[in-house]
């Protein structure tokens, strides 16, 4: 049942039904030089949720990458063209996005190869939990952005892909104010905030922005659940703090004191 499961994820998420009408089974045009894979989601413990895998392959020119994507359950996909693209340093990168559902607990591996090449990724794995039934009114916002440049962190070096969502303020964020406020007919502060520091973690991240984005996302989820939905934007907290670390993947952790709005 699990193997249908991943096969129908695939399915959905378009991996096995790219149109191969112009490279039927032909090997791919450009010469890759490298190839990284990675997964971002939603952060939450709720399902359905969406995982996003992309795959980069950075190439010596302009050209075709047929990309074939394996997981450990022994699914293969057949040959998906993407076409190279020059960033803005001159570099040429063909980026692959596909969308996962997640519907029930994952825990598999995946890993890229390039029909015609010799390069493949490294086994990524996927191990998403389902805690719960995500409300229908809450949903997971996709961001359409193409990837095309290489960037390195400035913590700790380790290259990470450029772009992917708009990245969430690192514990510098501009706090409502507290005890400060314009009081209210009753005399009392704008905002108030628990004395109860809470902690989110996202392992597994492809990108910095994205890991902090999605343990962002999990600190709201852990907040509502305690306090209720009040405490839960992560903009009225207090004494946030950020930590990523670079582990193969980021792992990122995000705390602060809830505040209610």
Same mark, same amino acid.
């Given at each position: %049942? =699990?193997?249908?499961? /991943?096969? +129908?994820? %695939?399915?959905?998420?378009? /991996?096995?039904?790219?149109?191969?009408?112009?490279?039927?089974?032909?090997?791919?045009?450009?010469?890759?030089?490298?190839?990284?894979?990675?997964?971002? $989601?939603?952060?939450?413990?709720?399902?359905?949720?969406?995982?996003?895998?992309?795959?980069?392959?950075?190439? $010596?020119?302009? #050209?075709?990458?047929?990309?074939?994507?394996?997981?450990?359950?022994?699914?293969?996909?057949?040959?998906? !063209?993407?076409?190279?693209?020059?960033?803005?340093? &001159?570099?040429? %990168?063909?980026?692959?996005?596909?969308?996962?559902? /997640?519907?029930?607990?994952?825990?598999?591996?995946?890993?890229?190869?390039?029909?015609?090449?010799?390069?493949?990724?490294?086994?990524?794995?996927?191990?998403?939990?389902?805690?719960?039934?995500?409300?229908?009114?809450?949903? =997971?916002?996709?961001? #359409?952005?193409?990837?095309?440049?290489?960037?390195?962190?400035? $913590?700790? &070096?380790?290259?990470? !892909?450029?772009g992917g969502g708009k990245p969430l303020p690192q514990g510098g964020g501009k706090p409502l104010p507290? &005890?400060?406020?314009? !009081?209210?007919?009753? &005399?009392?502060?704008?905002?108030?905030?628990?004395?109860? +520091?809470?902690?989110?973690?996202?392992?597994?991240?492809?990108? +910095?922005?994205?890991?902090?984005?999605?343990?962002?996302?999990?600190?709201?989820?852990?907040?509502?659940?305690?306090?209720?939905?009040? =405490?839960?934007? =992560?903009?009225?907290?207090?004494? +946030?703090?950020?930590?990523?670390?670079?582990? #193969?993947?980021?792992?990122?952790?995000?705390?602060?004191?809830?505040?209610?709005?």
């Open positions: %049942m =699990y193997s249908k499961l /991943i096969r +129908r994820s %695939m399915m959905k998420s378009g /991996i096995a039904a790219v149109s191969l009408a112009a490279l039927a089974g032909g090997a791919s045009a450009a010469n890759v030089t490298s190839l990284q894979m990675g997964f971002t $989601d939603s952060g939450s413990h709720l399902c359905p949720r969406i995982a996003t895998m992309k795959v980069w392959a950075h190439v $010596d020119g302009p #050209g075709v990458v047929n990309f074939v994507i394996r997981n450990s359950n022994g699914i293969k996909t057949g040959a998906l !063209p993407v076409n190279a693209v020059k960033g803005p340093a &001159g570099n040429w %990168m063909a980026t692959l996005t596909r969308e996962i559902k /997640i519907t029930t607990s994952v825990d598999t591996r995946y890993m890229a190869e390039v029909k015609g090449s010799s390069k493949v990724s490294n086994w990524v794995p996927l191990k998403e939990a389902c805690l719960g039934k995500a409300p229908q009114t809450t949903g =997971y916002k996709k961001v #359409g952005r193409h990837i095309s440049e290489l960037n390195k962190d400035k $913590d700790d &070096g380790k290259p990470i !892909p450029q507290s &005890g400060h406020g314009k !009081p209210s007919g009753g &005399g009392k502060p704008v905002s108030q905030c628990s004395n109860q +520091r809470i902690t989110a973690d996202r392992h597994l991240a492809a990108t +910095r922005a994205g890991g902090i984005t999605t343990a962002w996302l999990a600190w709201e989820a852990s907040v509502r659940k305690l306090m209720g939905k009040k =405490y839960s934007n =992560y903009h009225n907290s207090k004494d +946030r703090k950020v930590d990523c670390k670079w582990q #193969g993947m980021f792992k990122c952790s995000v705390s602060a004191r809830p505040c209610a709005a």
